[in-house]
């Protein structure tokens, strides 16, 4: 009982917060985790009360022991309760996570492209003229500053940005496509309550609009080798001047 009010202590305190939300979909998710630690929270101590009334009513009394044999009536009960609320979550659910996923980003989103390996993250726009130039592999190559492999030779990519840091403008719909040169790494910025693995050989679009200027880090979930606890990096929403003017200096270089 005392470790049962303990633990229901440390969430009804708040002891350990969330980060503030940077997203409408960041709340979609706060409020179904909520939802879920309400139902299962009343499920636990429930079951720790039941558990604690057995220990006292069955106590050792001197008695004859008496055998049981279950209660079906009982046990239909609480394995349809467990599955009706588990299915219901999960569908509820549904709507927080797809949202980012499943529902394709608003149109004229802006399309950041997220490379990682081990260990860091690369991102590129796609410039001025709105398209990626051609990857080849064969040219990727970090030391001499093309760690994507851009394709001198495609005029599509002359004005690719490639970047260590993720600049992107507030209040506008940003879809990332993100990918991986190597092994399955993980894009995960806890204020967006976006997590998405990268996987090699694949693309994978998410979307997200941020709605509060900052600095947020952006961390590798994935166990993804021996530097896997130094892969991080930064997501700094800016406003649309601050975001103009990145893209301007960028482009040229400085
Ligand atoms: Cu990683």
Redesign the pocket.
Known sequence: MILVVATVYVFVARLYPAPLPISRDAVLVDRQYALTLYVTGAAFVLAQLGLAWAIFRFRDRGQQARHIRGNIGLEILWTSVTLIAFVALAILGRNAWAGARFTPAAPGAIQIEVT?N??VYTFRYSGADGKFGRLDPSLVSAPSGNPLGLDPNDPAGKDDIVSAELTVPVNRPVELLIRSQDVI??FFVRELRLQQDAVPGMVIPVHFTADRIGTYEIV?T?L??LG?NK?HSRLHVVSQDDFASYLDRQATGQ
Do not use: I, L
Request: hydrophobic residues 20%; contains cysteine.
């Open positions: 990682t081990q260990f790494h993980n590798c994935q993804c080798g896997h892969m």
